[in-house]
């Protein structure tokens, strides 16, 4: 089992940042990617970024790409979400997830993971 919980969410104003942090416990050796997601009230949740194992070659949803970054430090089992230049469309529940898939093509869904986190709010006014 695998355990994650976020933190760093809250209100901020459009342009600003914030950046989330996952903290990983558990059998996480047993993990490949690492996801963010986030869900708005009344949509899907929706994928916003991905990192394998290594930290290399991170991947986003169009809607972020430029403005959030996707990091790891798997000495300390944390997973973060820089989020710069925010727009209050970017308000939603982030939610971290780990996967025990080793192919990247998984990460982009919901479904290619297997363990999620509690969420946290963020909440950007304009």
């Known amino acids: 089992q695998v355990q994650l919980v976020e933190s760093g969410g809250g209100l901020v104003q459009a342009g600003g940042s914030l950046k989330l942090s996952c903290a990983a416990s558990?059998?996480?050796?047993?993990?490949?990617?690492m996801g963010w997601f986030r869900q708005a009230p009344g949509k899907e949740r929706e994928f916003v970024a991905s990192?394998?194992?290594?930290?290399?070659?991170?991947a986003y949803a169009d809607s972020v790409k430029g403005r959030f970054t996707c990091s790891r430090d798997n000495a300390k089992n944390m997973v973060y979400l820089q989020m710069n230049s925010l727009k209050p469309e970017d308000t939603a529940v982030y939610y971290c997830?780990?996967?025990?898939?080793?192919?990247?093509?998984?990460?982009?869904?919901?479904?290619?993971?297997?363990?999620w986190g509690q969420g946290t709010q963020v909440t950007v006014s304009s």
């Open positions: 997830a780990a996967s025990l898939s080793p192919y990247p093509s998984t990460w982009y869904s919901g479904r290619g993971y297997n363990y």
């Open positions: 990192i394998s194992r290594s930290g290399s070659n991170p």
């Open positions: 558990g059998r996480t050796s047993s993990t490949y990617g």
